[in-house]
């Protein structure tokens, strides 16, 4: 009973806050210049064999125009916590979104396959800082009273342009030039960077502290991440985890980040990866479902299309159609969340999305050629809901319990997490469809549609597989709301050593 008075006017005072106009509008600066990067990820996937006719190469080849952008991701990421806290957020800001539109517009004008695989790995620099660098900015910005609900607002395109993209890269590739793909990325970019330019407060992001740049981690842990995204998508490629192609680059990989774990457990310097953030619970449970969220987010984003065109003959335009009931389900759940994010427990929330999301899933595990659209439709209408759900609460929790200046390094750990999550993912669900199709498919056209649907059904069992792992880690979330802590520091706000989210009263149940 007294722990409940204590903590009561504590909740009430931090939840009225209210998001000011300042806030509103950093936030839709950073939705200008994220919102392209994400579109840009799943709209080039419905172009590859587009390119493949239009370079004349294989898919194997073609292939890397996807695998150089990810590479490059992998490999930035980790440097995007020390860069803003030694140059600031808005520098890192205007720095990435100037790498993405001149990758972008070197792409539109690429002579070979060559020159597009190197120019999209330009693009893949800007996007992998992007990304990172928005969840940070607003992680500062807006402290754990309005966390929930900004980033409900924020991770809104993030969690509905994988659906747009296709629908929207479908018309693109269908009506237009495959240069396109890239071209339209420009005008956006640059409007993206007159709004940061202009509005955007030069101190933003900015912390106090200016650490060494980590070094010998930089060393270790980017190399190892690109050669574990590179074996997975090597796998993927070749339908299996047997080959040297795949096996060599997936254990040098590991073996470079088992490294730079135990560099990293004994160097005096802050490293890349604060290792030390995993001591908190709330951060561990966040980190570890951003992996298994990776992994069945975009495992079935790589599944659904190729079900819908290869099951049932479905165009690359009715496909990302038949995509649109799971982004109606994340618009209604991004509505919803935007009003409550901040008084509801994380725990409760994200269980509850996981529950929506097993429950999605499940009709896709028994397809056939036949299956009912209405039925599908309505399963991925109550998916979205689930990820809109769980994923937002996610995001939020993982920074409860740190200072800002750890913020950043918090930031880059959860994307490390989710970009290998997303790889592993997409390879394993590509190694789990191949084993399954070669009786299906001959000739490179479906032979058996109904044993091609046996394929995808099979395959989708995994995606409910790893929804279903996430479950356990839901518990180590906070059971309590943000809005129910307080000592928040945000930029400009608080002292130095004040942590985000971290309880007032010494009688408080943290739980």
Known sequence: MATQASASPGASEAGSEKIDAALVRLALVLLAGVVVVQLDATIVSVALDRLSHAFDVDLPTVQWVTTAYLLALAMVIPVTGWSVERFGGRRMWLLALALFLVGSALCGIAWSIGSLIAFRVIQGLGGGLLLPLMQTIMAQA???????????????????????GPVLGGVIVESFSWRWIFLINVPVCIVAF????????????????????????????????????????????????????????????????????????????????????????????????????????FGALFLLPLYEQQARGRSPVEAGLLLAPQGLGMMIGMVVLSRIADRVSPRAMVLLGLSLSVL?????????????????????????????????????????????????????????????GASLGTAVLAVVLARQLPDAVGGGRPRDVAATAHAYAISFWWTL???????????????????????????????????????APATVDNR
């Open 142 to 164: 807006a402290g754990p009273q309005r966390l929930g609900r900004l980033m409900a607002v924020v991770s809104f395109p993030a969690l509905l342009t994988p659906v747009l």
């Open 465 to 503: 597989g790893f929804s279903i792992a996430a479950v356990p880690l839901g518990f180590l979330l906070p059971k309590r709301p943000a809005a129910a802590h307080r000592g928040v520091e945000r930029v400009g706000v608080g002292a130095p050593d004040q942590r985000v989210g971290s309880p």
């Open 194 to 297: 007159v709004l940061a330019w202009r509005t955007m407060p030069p101190q933003v992001s900015s912390t106090r502290v200016s650490q060494r740049f980590d070094g010998i981690g930089f060393a270790l842990l980017s190399p190892g991440l690109a050669a574990v995204v590179y074996g997975f998508a090597e796998a993927g490629r070749h339908g299996g985890f047997t080959g040297a192609a795949v096996l060599v680059p997936l254990v040098i990989g590991v073996a470079l980040i088992v490294a730079f774990v135990g560099y990293a457990l004994r160097t005096r310097i802050v490293p890349l990866i604060d290792l030390r953030l995993f001591r908190s619970a709330s951060f561990c449970g966040a980190a570890s479902l951003m992996f298994l969220f990776g992994i069945s987010l």
């Open 360 to 420: 999605g899933s499940v009709a896709y595990t028994q397809v056939t050629a036949h299956t009912s659209e209405v039925l599908l439709g309505g399963s991925l209408v109550v998916r979205g809901l689930g990820l809109a759900a769980a994923m937002v609460p996610v995001m939020s929790a993982a920074y409860i319990g740190l200072s800002a200046a750890e913020i950043p390094r918090a930031t880059s750990a959860v994307r490390i997490f989710q970009q290998v």
